[in-house]
Every structure is written in C-alpha cells, then in structure tokens.
C-alpha cells in the first residue's frame, strides 16, 4: 500500500496523544511520539507519507506481519459470532487455541493457561512454581527481561527493575552463560557452559535448595542481547532442577512462535522439557492481547483437585484466541516457520556478519532464524561498549545517532542499551530483507564515528 500524506490527520492525532496518553517507560514531556497512520506486511507509515521497514515487528511480536488478512477475517468473524464470554467455560475459539498451543510445546505441556500477555504469564508461572513447591526463591538471571508487572519486573535482571526492586519479591540472581562478556574468564564456549553451570549450583547450594522454587530463564534472552546459550547449558540447569526439585522456566514470550526458525527456541536443544513455559506475543501476531503458561503434567497435577488460586477476567478471550487459531494455522500453511529459518540461514545471518567485517563499530553479531543482536563497540580489540551500561542523555549520543541515520534511511531499528537487533516479522522477503542490510549498512557510518 501507499501510504497517502495527510499531516492535519497526523497533527490532531498526535495532539491527543500528547495531551490524554500516558506513555511506558518514558518520562512523558520528554518524549515525541511518531503519529502511525497505518501498517501493512513488514512496513508501516506515518502521516507524513514516511514509510519504514519495522525491524522491531512492534515490540517483537508481528511474526507473521501486519494485517495479515487471513488472521483479520478471522478476528472479523469471531466478532459477528460471539465478542467476548467469561473464561470459566468451554468456548470453541479458545479450546481450539489451547489443542494447537499444547500439539507444539515440548513434552508433556499439555494444559494451557491462558493470560493477557508475557508479564501476567510469567506471575502465573512463579506463582504454580511456589504452590507445586511449597518454596518461595525464585533464581533469574541478570541479563534478563520478564515483564512489568510486580513480580515480573522483580524477577527481570536489567535495569529497568531497579526503581521498583525492594528485595523483597524473593527473587535471586545469577550470572548466565554470555561468552563475548563472559563473566567467567572463559576462553570457549565449553568452559562458558561448565562455569556457569557451576556458579550456578553454587548459587543453589549457598541460598538452600530447600528454599528455591523455580529457576526462570529466557531460553534465548531478548532485550538483554539475544544470547544462543552454548550446548548444554540448559540440559545442564534442566539436571540441576531435577537433582534439587526445582521448577524449570522457560520465557518463550519474544522467542517463541518461529521467531527463531521453530515453533519454540527451546526446539533448538534437543531432550529439554521445562516444567512450565510462558509464552505471549508472536502466539498471535499481537493483533489481540493473548498470553500463556503451558504447564505439565506433574505441576499440573497439583491443582487436580486443589483449586489454582489466580485467574484473569479475560483468560482466553474469543477474540484474541481465535487470532492465534488463524495465525497458528497461517505459520503452518504458509512456511514461516521455514522463511524465517532459511533467510535467518542463508541472509540474514551472512549479510550481518559481512556489516561487521566492514564496521568496526561492530563488536559481534549473535542470532536465529529473525533474532539477531548487532554489539556495537568503541574498541574491537578491548570490547568496550559503543556507550555505557543503561547510558542516558548525552552519554547515549553515538547510540541516538546511529538510531537516527537508521531512520533517515527508511528502516526502523529496535536499540538497547548498545545493541541493535534484527528482529523483523518473519514473514519478511529476500527483497526486504536486503533492502534492510542496505539500510544498516549506511547507519553503521554513523556508530563507526565514535570507534577508539
């Protein structure tokens, strides 16, 4: 589509946005909102007749790109057969959602919990890890995100916790396996797994094994840089919660539904079954809020006859669960899952790594299928980030500009901290997919500029 200019459309929206919309993260009169006029495929478009390529997929979570039509009518006609009806009963939108969910978990995750998106899944699952327990520690690691909610940004490792941290949600953490920052001294991905594994189990041993709960990781973490753990470390952490009764987490929120080239990035590392997995955004594009826990058979059977203590008035709502029926089906049938796997393979992966042998700004590029992480460095040789850790204001200065050269050249770039990920919907075509490495390409001049 092309998108048609109309800047009094975009003034007025924008006016109200300023004037009645409270924004996330932000401190509200700092901030300038980009007024969207609409979206479509791997593009959206502002009212001045600007069209970008969405390298973040919203907030990584239009896997199967924006209004897929399949997945519209959908929504259209669960709304003209029924809205919206109270989760304590048996909707076929919402039956059918949890049978396609549970048919590509792993194991035996097999009953669906349904939430309103990633943070509430990740305090639903805290909450049946205690219960199934009877602990109350939970074990995360610092490189981390799970959520805004209490307990879920409690659990989060990176900074955007410390303003509501206490020390008192019960939450330890530990240092998981990140060679390139390796906080281990290790020399190769070996010795990274072994030694973290070890600092681990010494974490365990030193709280209590008795007092732990769960353990809660991002199978691949997503804001904290998009981390492949190394082999064996999650069969690892999998062994040691078997040894100690542990409930073993995994946050599939922003990896799961084939944004790594599979239905789950923990199908990457055969024989591992958490106990309890949380999933939310790409589950169905974000058209609709829609999240979840899967849970197993041995957690699950604790509230067989016990009541679970928590719900949520719109637990799988029609609408949003007849979005994820569509999408699901709209992965299958159409090859995502593959497009996502085969451009990650042969594209998107190689035309990373030629960007960081022409750019010195470029410390390393890590990543799956549509889940890639540029780390953006003053020195190769020294490591030294591009900027300082949760940088602000005019220290974040070389990371604002490559953000704006990116812009300027038609694509919109997902940054943190110092990293830039890759992290289009995985829908996206060869065409598009090259036209964003070009893109990158000339916006990386902008973070050369700041390299020792």
């Known amino acids: 589509m092309t998108p048609q200019p109309n800047p009094q459309a975009g003034a007025a929206v924008k006016a109200a946005d300023r004037a009645h919309v409270f924004h996330s993260w932000s401190a509200q009169e700092l901030i300038d909102p980009p007024a969207i006029a609409g979206a479509e495929g791997s593009y959206f478009w502002d009212y001045d007749g600007n069209r970008y390529l969405d390298f973040t997929s919203g907030l990584v979570y239009t896997n199967i790109g924006y209004q897929h039509p399949k997945v519209v009518a959908a929504i259209q006609e669960q709304a003209a057969t029924m809205t919206t009806f109270a989760p304590a009963y048996a909707v076929e939108a919402r039956s059918e959602a949890a049978r396609l969910i549970a048919e590509r978990t792993p194991g035996d995750l097999d009953k669906i919990f349904f939430t309103n998106g990633g943070a509430d899944a990740v305090e639903h699952a805290v909450r049946m890890a205690r ?72 974490t365990i041993t030193f709280e209590g094994p008795q007092t732990v709960a769960a353990i809660i990781l991002e199978t691949i973490p997503g804001t904290a840089g998009i981390m492949t753990p190394p082999p064996g470390y999650l069969a690892g952490v999998r062994e040691i919660c078997d040894r100690y009764g542990i409930v073993f987490i995994l946050d599939e929120v922003m990896a799961g539904f084939g944004r790594t ?192």
């Open 131 to 202: 219960l199934h327990t009877g602990r109350a520690k939970v074990l995360s690691a610092y490189r981390s995100y799970h959520g805004g909610t209490q307990q879920a940004i409690n659990i989060t490792g990176d900074p955007r916790r410390w303003a509501s941290d206490t020390g008192s949600a019960g939450v330890v953490r530990f240092w998981a396996p990140f060679l390139y920052r390796s906080r281990f001294y290790a020399e190769n991905e070996r010795q990274e797994c072994e030694r973290a594994l070890q600092h681990l189990e010494d």
């Open 261 to 452: 080239g599979k239905w789950f990035a923990v199908d990457h590392f055969e024989g591992v079954v958490p106990d309890l997995m949380t999933f939310a955004k790409g589950v169905n594009s974000g058209y609709v809020p829609l999240g979840g826990v899967a849970i197993s058979g041995a957690v699950a059977e604790t509230f067989a006859r016990r009541p679970y203590p928590g719900g949520l008035t719109y637990s799988g709502h029609p609408l949003a669960c007849a979005a994820a029926v569509a999408t699901i089906h709209v992965m299958e049938d159409e090859g995502v899952l593959d497009n996502a796997a085969r451009l990650g393979a042969e594209l998107i992966g190689p035309g990373l790594a030629d960007l960081a042998e022409r750019h010195p700004s470029v410390g390393e590029v890590r990543g799956l299928g549509m889940f890639w992480a540029l780390e953006l460095v003053r020195n190769r040789e020294t490591r030294e980030p591009l900027v300082p850790y949760n940088a602000t204001g005019e220290a974040n200065a070389p990371m604002a500009a490559f953000g704006a050269a990116a812009k300027k050249n038609g694509l919109w770039p997902f940054i943190n901290m110092n990293r830039t990920h890759v992290v289009p919907p995985c829908t996206i075509t060869e065409s598009e997919a090259k036209e964003g490495l070009a893109a990158l390409d000339e916006a990386l001049t902008a973070a050369d500029e700041h390299v020792a």
